[in-house]
């Protein structure tokens, strides 16, 4: 079945530590996307891809980076972990070429930072 | 720059209608989303409008008045599943979304 995933669905990491989040898709979709969202808070944009070797920064991508290596996977790297950085992190993906766009959400990773 | 306004939190009554209503400002517009968002869970499409007028899709219906810059979520004989959150979102010209911070909707017996 086509599915977007997530892993690992929580994570507790002590300050400073490189950590990365792994988001996969067999959607056959070529644009992925990671957000950033707190609660009760609007989806920020953090980095977004239209396909292999392609990545594009949004609002929120200063203190990550993302790679795109594979069509199917998009993760995504904090080099050293703040408490600033504890959220909901969310993958996303759609179709490239409709316009109709609309995204596909994995299950997020939940993110703590001591 | 670029604003979508929403309702904080609404309440409303198993078995009611509800329209939750949302309006924009972007640079650009190629369409707007409705999403529901159960508390610590990924959103889920609800519904798309890209021209004027009412999409209906079961107890969901979706409205869109782009000259006013406005749309509104219309759920009809509610149910307690429905209490969650509702996001607007708009595709810039960029072909990017552009989010609200969502409408928490709560579900009275």
């Known amino acids: ?114 | 720059g670029q604003n979508i306004d929403q309702p904080t939190e609404m309440t409303a009554t198993e078995g009611a209608i509800v329209q939750i209503n949302c309006t924009y400002q972007t640079s650009g517009f190629n369409g707007l989303f409705w999403y529901q968002q159960h508390a610590g869970e990924a959103p889920t499409f609800l519904s798309y409008n890209v021209l004027d007028g009412l999409e209906e899709k079961g107890r969901f219906s979706s409205f869109l008045s782009r000259s006013k810059g406005y749309s509104y979520l219309l759920l009809k004989e509610l149910q307690m599943k429905d209490s969650a959150s509702y996001l607007c979102a708009v595709l810039d010209s960029n072909y990017q979304l552009i989010w609200g911070a969502g409408t928490k909707l709560i579900i009275k017996p």
Not at chain 1, 47 to 66: I, P, Q, R
Not at chain 1, 88 to 97: D, K, V, W
Request: charged fraction near 20%; glycine fraction near 8%.
């Open chain 1, 1 to 114: 079945e086509a599915d977007i995933y997530q892993t690992p669905r929580y994570l507790v990491i002590g300050t400073g530590k490189k950590i990365t989040l792994e988001c996969s898709q067999t959607m056959g979709h070529d644009k992925m996307y990671w957000y950033q969202q707190d609660p009760g808070m609007e989806l920020h944009l953090i980095h977004y891809s239209y396909g292999v070797n392609s990545t594009e920064k949004g609002d929120l991508s200063s203190e990550s980076t993302v790679s795109r290596i594979r069509t199917e996977h998009f993760p995504l790297t904090l080099e050293s972990a703040r408490p600033s950085h504890t959220s909901q992190y969310l993958c996303a993906s759609s179709e490239l070429t409709s316009d109709y766009n609309e995204q596909f959400f994995g299950p997020g990773t939940r993110l703590t930072v001591l």
